[in-house]
């Protein structure tokens, strides 16, 4: 049986990796236009979108209870920082993307998974970069369709088009 898609390499395919994040055990993320948001099993982290450096750390707070009721929008008290999250462990995700790009999660063995991307005959594997092991993997586009973020154990990747 002929395989009916057409593999890209990494160096030629159109999505890009626009920030890594290592933070342990990634449970959920989001942005705005200055600053991206992670929560680990650690406390949460805010990073500088343009920088990539850490503006904030916090590992005392119970940022669960900043969640709106969809689990889509955290607000950090005593900053005036909102976060859309588009990446939560167990929460609803996008997987379809702009220009009907589809993330599909490949389960390779028990546990482990392999993020790729399809549209019509195209299939794009993505390696997801810094020391992933192929453990627990999730992901979703952003809301705006133009970034595909993946949350793995070790951190977070975030891919723009």
């Known amino acids: 049986m002929k395989n009916r898609y057409k593999k890209f ?24 236009d200055e600053n991206t948001l992670v929560v680990g099993a650690d406390g949460f982290f ?6 990539k450096s850490l503006v904030i750390e916090d590992r ?3 940022i669960s209870k900043l969640f709106n009721a969809q689990n889509s929008i955290v607000t950090l008290p005593n900053t005036d920082k909102t976060f859309h999250v588009f990446g939560m462990r167990g929460g609803i995700f996008n ?6 790009w589809t ?4 389960p390779i063995e028990y546990g482990v998974t392999h ?3 399809t549209r019509s005959e195209v299939e794009i594997i993505l390696n997801p970069g810094f020391g992933y092991n192929g453990g627990f993997l999730t992901g979703s586009f952003s809301r705006d369709n ?16």
């Open 9 to 32: 390499s990494l160096d030629t395919h159109p999505w890009r990796i626009e920030s890594e994040y290592q933070v342990n055990g990634t449970i959920a993320a989001g942005m705005n």
């Open 46 to 51: 805010i990073f500088d979108n343009v920088q």
């Open 60 to 62: 005392g707070s119970n």
């Open 95 to 100: 997987f379809c993307g702009n220009d009907n």
């Open 103 to 106: 993330l599909n999660l490949i």
């Open 115 to 117: 993020p790729v991307l």
């Open 146 to 161: 133009k970034k595909l973020m993946l949350l793995t154990c070790e951190g977070l990747i975030i891919y723009s088009i």
